[in-house]
C-alpha cells in the first residue's frame, strides 16, 4: 500500500470547526473509504464510538487533537503542521506577536 500523504493540521483543531478543516476531514473521509471501512469499524480500531466518527466526519464539532491523531494513525496517515497565513498577517500589523506566542 503506498504511503498516505500527510494531511496539513491547521488552527481549526483548536478552535470551532472553520471551512480550513474541511481538506482535513475529506481526507479522513476518502482515506475511511479506500479502505473499505464503515464508521464503526474505525470508531473500532482508534478506541472511539461509531457516533463520534460521524460528528468528525459531519464537521459538528473540532475534535481534541488526540482523537484526530488516534483516526490518523488506524487510517495509516499522518498529520502535518503547516505555517499559517494568519500568523504572517498578524506578525506584519504586530512585530511583537511572534514573541508572545513563545513565551
Known amino acids: 500500500m503506498p504511503a498516505a500523504k500527510p494531511v496539513p493540521v491547521?488552527?481549526?483543531l483548536v478552535t470551532a470547526m472553520t471551512d480550513s478543516c474541511?481538506?482535513?476531514v475529506q481526507a479522513i473521509v476518502a482515506r475511511?473509504?479506500?479502505?473499505?471501512?464503515s464508521q464503526a469499524d474505525l470508531a473500532e480500531s482508534c478506541?472511539?464510538?461509531?457516533?463520534?466518527?460521524?460528528?468528525l466526519?459531519?464537521?459538528y464539532n473540532a475534535p481534541q487533537l488526540d482523537t484526530y491523531l488516534r483516526v490518523a494513525h488506524a487510517l495509516g496517515m499522518?498529520?502535518?503542521l503547516v505555517k499559517s497565513p494568519c500568523l504572517s498577517?498578524?506578525?506584519?500589523?504586530?512585530?511583537n506577536a511572534l514573541n508572545?506566542?513563545?513565551s
Open 10 to 12: 491547521t488552527s481549526c
Open 22 to 24: 474541511i481538506p482535513l
Open 78 to 80: 499522518d498529520l502535518e
Open 57 to 59: 466526519e459531519r464537521g
Open 89 to 95: 498577517q498578524q506578525k506584519e500589523r504586530n512585530p
Open 47 to 55: 478506541g472511539l464510538k461509531q457516533p463520534a466518527i460521524a460528528r
Open 32 to 37: 475511511r473509504k479506500e479502505l473499505g471501512l
Open 100 to 102: 508572545s506566542v513563545r
